[in-house]
Nanobody, 120 residues
Framework: QVQLVESGGGLVRPGGSLRLSCAVS????????MGWYRQAPEKPRELVAV???????QYADFVKGRFTISREDAKNTVYLQMNRLKPEDTAAYYC??????????????WGLGVQVTVSS
């Protein structure tokens, strides 16, 4: 069983910062990519940032220059540093891992999400 547990969400004023963390646990043999997605009310889930096992990162245009994704592979953890937050960044943020376990084929795994609210 693979579990992804996010933390670090909350309420922040416009222009502020938050750091999200996501720890992956379970019988993991390999993690190929780890990413963050977000979903605002009545909107589809969208990619925010992804980091591959080869340290390649990709960002959505709307967060470039403000958010930074990083991985700590020794801890199977991915982070999302969010700076200069805007009200339109308000959403539930979900961690995703493209991973393989010792007992199952490669698949996508998801966390339950953490709320980020940007408001004055």
């Amino acid at each position: 069983q693979v579990q992804l547990v996010e933390s670090g969400g909350g309420l922040v004023r416009p222009g502020g910062s938050l750091r999200l963390s996501c720890a992956v646990s379970g019988n993991i043999s390999s993690i190929y990519a780890m990413g963050w997605y977000r979903q605002a009310p009545e909107k589809p889930r969208e990619l925010v940032a992804v980091a591959t096992s080869g340290s390649i990162t990709q960002y959505a245009d709307f967060v470039k220059g403000r958010f930074t994704i990083s991985r700590e592979d020794a801890k199977n953890t991915v982070y999302l540093q969010m700076n200069r937050l805007k009200p339109e960044d308000t959403a539930a943020y979900y961690c995703q891992a493209d991973a393989k376990t010792w007992y199952s084929a490669r698949a996508d795994y998801w966390g339950l999400g953490v709320q980020v609210t940007v408001s004055s």
